[in-house]
């Protein structure tokens, strides 16, 4: 087992990138690797299961282990076959404005280590303006 942390630190507020992971339909939106999310309400909550689709239409279940509106955090199981990741959350102020958020990834080591460069690049998609990532600029 293999736990990496990440963070991303952009201009759109902390209330706005919470809103970004509370509500799944907008998960494509900012996380390039996900193309679609099946549940069965607009909004995260614990105990909440689903499929994320990915690319090539592959489907993943997981299912969401908590939700801390006010502390801005959840966590999440996603399972592919016997392997397991569990993803914590969180989206705090920013150190100048904006919001900071970060991800907390256990699981398999190879797993964890192939998934991070593709986890840091949509975090950090999360933390910016819909204009700027459409537009091609940095994230």
Do not use: N
């Not at 809103?19 to 999310?37: C, D, L, N, S």
């Not at 690319?55 to 397991?84: I, K, N």
């Not at 991800?103 to 593709?118: D, F, N, Q, T």
């Amino acid at each position: 087992m293999t736990t990496v942390t990440l963070h991303a630190t952009g201009p759109v507020s902390p209330a706005e990138a919470w809103e970004r992971y509370a509500r799944p339909a907008r998960w494509p939106q900012w996380a390039p690797q996900i193309t679609g999310v099946e549940v069965p309400g607009p909004r995260l909550a614990a105990g909440v299961s689903g499929r994320v689709r990915g690319p090539v239409g592959v489907t993943l279940p997981f299912v969401v282990e908590s939700v801390d509106e006010a502390a801005r955090q959840w966590a999440w199981t996603v399972s592919a076959g016997p392997v397991r990741l569990h993803l914590l959350h969180w989206v705090a102020d920013g150190p100048d404005g904006g919001s900071t958020t970060g991800l907390r990834i256990s699981g398999p080591a190879p797993v964890v280590v192939g998934y991070a460069p593709l986890a840091q690049l949509a975090i950090g998609r999360l933390v910016r303006p819909l204009d700027q990532r459409s537009a091609g600029q940095p994230v």
